[in-house]
């Protein structure tokens, strides 16, 4: 082996056991960083648990202090005549949602009942309508006995009588005697016993109206507004108080 050869060895050799050591150099300041970083990290989570296990230990500290003045609270308030109050109170609210619940289921009966009357209002007012349309045809043909409205003008609307001449008739019962369909003394003479029946109920209230009577007067004030002749055959009048 030649001497150049030989140093050529020694060279590579010693660049290798550099490189070697230069490896191992930097593999340990790598792994001294990395132990580093991980060991701070280790401090901070440790500093975290510690500062959590105290927060929890406050907070359960509080708890306590918090469920025993809850407890001296409602100690406290059933010695107190507060407790008492608001039994009482909560009693009285009791109470007034059962009579809401009996005024609600009162209220649909009510309501039951009024769409019944406005069935019933509107059937009377039907047979008032039918009845008045009989009465028309049966009257007297003759001018001398014809009525205003029942002869040449019997296609025009009925006017309205004053109702309040009628002794007992408020004008609150004359308007619903009008909402009723009855706006002259005519209509409220024919009334039939079944029909008055069905006014007393409607507007009467609860208070006995002489209904009786306001058709006879009913009849008479007819009579003198229309003065129908005795000569003719029954008229209107004579059969109205056959009907009463």
Request: aromatic fraction near 6%; glycine fraction near 4%; proline fraction near 3%.
């Amino acid at each position: 082996m030649s001497l150049l050869a030989i140093q050529i060895t020694l060279v590579l050799f010693l660049v290798f056991v550099l490189g070697v050591l230069v490896g191992w150099s930097i593999y340990k300041l790598m792994r001294r960083s990395i132990d580093k970083a991980w060991l701070n990290e280790l401090l901070r989570l440790r500093k975290s648990r510690k500062k959590l296990l105290e927060r929890a230990c406050r907070y359960r500290q509080q708890s306590r202090q918090k469920e025993t003045q809850r407890k001296q609270l409602m100690d406290l308030l059933e010695t107190r005549t507060d407790h008492i109050t608001f039994s009482r109170v909560r009693q009285q609210l009791e109470h007034c949602r059962t009579q809401l619940h009996h005024a609600n289921a009162l209220l649909r009966q009510r309501e039951q009942h009024i769409l019944k009357l406005l069935d019933v209002v509107r059937l009377l007012k039907g047979q008032v309508d039918r009845h008045q349309a009989q009465s028309l045809t049966v009257l007297p043909n003759s001018p001398s006995n014809a009525i205003p409205y029942a002869s040449g003008h019997k296609h025009k609307a009925l006017p309205d009588d004053d109702f309040l001449l009628i002794e007992g008739i408020t004008a609150e019962i004359a308007r619903k005697l009008r909402q009723l369909g009855i706006t002259s003394y005519r209509q409220l003479a024919e009334c039939t016993p079944k029909q008055q029946q069905t006014i007393q109920q409607l507007i009467g209230q609860g208070n006995v109206l002489p209904i009786h009577r306001w058709t006879r007067t009913a009849l008479d004030l007819y009579r003198n507004k229309y003065e129908a002749k005795p000569q003719a055959r029954p008229s209107f009048a004579d059969k109205a108080v056959g009907q009463l």
